[in-house]
Structures are given as C-alpha cells and as structure tokens.
C-alpha cells in the first residue's frame, strides 16, 4: 500500500514537472512571439517615424525652396544695386552711400554729411561749411549738359582745386503738368568768373 502511494507520488512529480517543462517552453515561445510582436511594431512605429520625418523633410524643402526662390528674386535687386553701386574711396569694402558734391567721389554713410540736400564729404566739411556759396546759374537738364557740367566740374576741382557744386533741381510746369528737372551750379563768389568762364558752352 505504502509503495504504490509512493509510486503515485511519484508519477505526480514527473507529470508535474513535465507540466512545468512544457509550460517553461510554452511560455518561452510566448515570449518570443510576444518580443518579435513588440519588434514588429515597433518597426512600423519606426516606419510611422520615417514617413513622418519624410513629410518632415519634404515640408522643410519645399519650405526651404520658396523663401530661397524669395530670397533670390529680392536680391536680384540688390545684386543689381550692389553691381552698379561702387565702394567708398576711403573704406574699400564698404558700400559708398552717394557722392561728395565737392569731389564727385563715392563715399560711405561714414564719410559723408548731409548738408540740407547737399551730400559733401566730411573731409570737406570745413570747406563747404566755411565758404559762401552763389547760385550761378540755373539749365534745364538732359542728360548730356549733366554729363558736360559734370565734367567742367570735375575738371576744375582736379586742376584748379576750384570747388563747384551742382545741384539738381525739380520744377513742376503747371501749363503741362510736367515736373523738369534742373541743374544749379553753385560757386564761391571768388571763383564766379573763372566758373563762368568754365561754363562759358552752356
Ligand atoms: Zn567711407
């Protein structure tokens, strides 16, 4: 009696521990499947991502091609300007910002004075501040007297160190409605007649 108790228990134990074995395995494979599952998801989570971070990414370029193709056709303006604008005499990498009216020469924000509507060089300054200044005379302007009157100008500036100033001038023609532009040459009271004289073809 005492033996097949003990026999039972026995084959209890072995089916128990069988049953533990195959649930060991079981759950084993459970797991697997359940990591694999995880991984799966994991990478269409991933996958989700990269479309994400391409839609990103195609969002960012076109974004990124439109203000490009913005900032290309407003500095084609600029480039323009900067193409046709020249660099302060004195400050070689900088742009000039007009010209002196003594002088004629391109300077920068920094070397130039505005005198009421008259640019000067502040190198100048002393020289345009501490003379009287005459109007000589008054043209109707096309582009070939600016050109003449800018080179007689330039000419006595150069070789006499005569300083000339020529300003333009708008008037409105109320009979036509017309706005004309003028040129007025402004000169030192002593140097009147040898600018007179300069100007002598107009
Ligand atoms: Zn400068």
Redo the contacts with the bound molecule.
Sequence with gaps: MNTMIISLLIVLILLLFILIVVLAILGNRFLKIKESQVNISQNTDSSKVDSQTDKQKTKVEKRKVSPEILEALRSKGVDKSQINSVY????PD?Y?NGKCSISLEP??????SKQGEILVGRKYLDLFLESEWEELFMIKQDKDVKDRFLKTKKELWENDQLPVIIQGHYKINVQDDNIEEYIVVLARPEDKDVVKRSFKWH
């Design positions: 302060c005499n004195d400050h900088v000039s300077l920068c924000e920094q070397c130039l």
